[in-house]
């Protein structure tokens, strides 16, 4: 569960830094980046919660989509950034490139899992009705990402606010994964956040309460909850292991 729960957090960051590493800037392909990489990783880790065990292939995108990324950080190390806008192909640039191809394979990535979830004969309701907090947030993420009027490192805060809560979301599945429960989605500050979100864009309260304001307390209220999640968690279950976590044993002489 921790490993997975690391590997989340991983894809969020290294999700911002490819696509600081390609300067894609504030286009479509920032959030286009992210969401494809992260809606991957969930529906692979979804499979896992259904089919009680996890199949890599030959090629993974943990694992191999490191490595890309590390290549293409390297790369605009020594070119810098604007070697990714040469165009290569019929008007398509490298950032183009770049861009569609990590998106197509995490696409691809996910449309394998749910097709070994519905092999193990997984109801595709079931199925539907536990990504369907998942689906919800990310559309409040794009519905987010078009109509706010911040940008530059707004952007990253916003951007880890709505990665924090696909982190969360994953770590319940394995939570529930690994001590044999039902996976309940709907979380309570996930779905809280998703409503205020679009409330606020669609009513007169953007008028009254800036962005910037928003923006902050959906970060902190995101960062609070995971934290919250990850120590009741791990105390729990160094409880029932009989182990230490956060405290070290102290060394006693032998005499």
């Not at 490993?3 to 600081?20: E, K, M, P």
């Not at 479509?28 to 292939?57: K, M, N, S």
């Not at 307390?217 to 791990?234: D, K, M, P, Q, T």
Request: a neutral charge.
């Amino acid at each position: 569960m921790f490993d997975h729960g690391a590997d989340s957090i991983n894809t969020v960051s290294l999700s911002i830094s490819l696509v600081c590493l390609v300067g894609v800037g504030q286009t479509w392909y920032f959030p286009l980046v992210l969401l494809g990489l992260i809606t991957g990783f969930f529906f692979a880790t979804l499979e896992e919660y259904y089919c009680q065990r996890l199949d890599l292939g030959v090629i993974n995108g943990v694992s191999d989509g490191c490595l890309m990324i590390y290549a293409i950080g390297i790369l605009s190390g020594i070119y810098g950034v604007e070697l990714w806008t040469m165009e290569v192909f019929n008007g398509w640039s490298l950032i183009d490139m770049v861009c569609f191809v990590f998106f197509i394979c995490s696409v691809l990535t996910a449309m394998g899992s749910v097709l070994n979830i519905m092999g193990s004969k997984a109801k595709l309701s079931d199925m539907f009705l536990r990504s369907s907090t998942f689906i919800a947030l990310n559309v409040t993420f794009l519905v987010h990402y078009k109509f706010t009027s911040l940008s530059n490192w707004y952007l990253r805060i916003l951007t880890i606010a709505y990665g924090l809560m696909n982190c969360e979301l994953i770590s319940h599945i394995m939570l529930a994964h690994i001590t044999s429960q039902v996976f309940n989605p709907f979380r309570p500050t996930i779905v809280a956040s998703c409503a205020v979100v679009c409330l606020y864009f669609f009513s007169p309260l953007k008028l009254q309460v800036p962005e910037a304001v928003l923006l902050w307390g959906l970060f902190l209220l995101c960062l609070a909850s995971y934290l919250e999640f990850i120590i009741s968690v791990s105390n729990e279950l160094t409880t029932i292991l009989g182990i230490r976590m956060f405290k070290v044993k102290k060394l006693t002489k032998c005499s």
